[in-house]
């Protein structure tokens, strides 16, 4: 049963506009969140996260924003620019459990920014 | 060279071969993990070392053999493999009080014949 969900495999926005990446989870031990970029033939790259103290975490074009209760994510993009286009992994980890904070994955969703 | 780095890139093997796929980290970090990307599945979490020992082994066939020599180095060995194990493999570093602030190579394409 899959603990980090992302229910779009891909979507496809226009230069300038806003991207928005969702990412749903199940399990409430997660507390803190994490959103990885990959593109083609290297290895996902660590972009932001949060804590599950916040709500908002925003850095540059690049917002996450963090429902709880509804154990929703989302990454905002904004102005998206055709650089972006890559797949991005949202990750999710219980780090209040102690012992290795292991990272669990979604299945990625493909943005494709066209100019 | 900086980063971490996966040799080789690509690896096309039978199902009676040995082959080993390496690992290197020069972040200064000591905790090294495997990660295997399958088509349209999650990535998932293989072994984990931390401090040069195997703390996770997330039932993994025997096939794949990891071995860490030291904390920058980190190993899979791979014998009598299956088709299904086809797939990209990632190694990823982080230090061992921050472990989920994972930097991952570029991954080791393997297809298996």
């Known amino acids: 049963d899959q603990q980090v969900k992302q229910n779009s495999p891909s979507l496809s926005v226009q230069e300038g506009r806003i991207s928005i990446l969702n990412c749903d989870y199940t399990n409430s031990m997660f507390d803190y969140f994490l959103w990885y970029k990959k593109y083609p033939a290297e290895g996902p790259t660590f972009l932001i996260s949060i804590s599950s103290i916040k709500d908002k975490n925003e850095d540059g074009r690049f917002t996450v924003f963090l429902n709880k209760s509804a154990k929703h994510l989302s990454l905002h993009i904004v102005p998206s620019q055709p650089g972006d286009s890559a797949v991005y992994f949202c990750?999710?980890?219980?780090?209040?459990?102690?012992?290795?904070?292991?990272?669990?994955f979604g299945k990625g969703t493909k943005l494709t920014v066209n100019p | 060279e900086t980063g971490v780095t996966q040799t080789p890139r690509h690896l096309v093997m039978g199902m009676t071969n040995k082959k080993s796929l390496k690992c290197e980290q020069h972040?200064?970090?000591?905790?090294m993990y495997w990660y295997k990307q399958s088509a349209k599945k999650p990535l998932e979490l293989m072994f984990v070392y931390s401090l040069e020992e195997r703390v996770e082994n997330n039932s993994v066939p025997s096939r794949f053999s990891p071995e860490c020599p030291n904390s920058s180095h980190l190993f899979l060995h791979l014998h009598t493999l299956q088709p299904e194990d086809s797939a990209l493999y990632l190694c990823a570093s982080s230090p061992w009080d921050s472990t989920d602030t994972q930097y991952f190579g570029p991954g080791t394409r393997l297809t298996v014949l």
């Open positions: 990750a999710a980890s219980a780090r209040r459990q102690g012992g290795s904070e292991k990272l669990v």
């Open positions: 972040l200064g970090h000591n905790a």
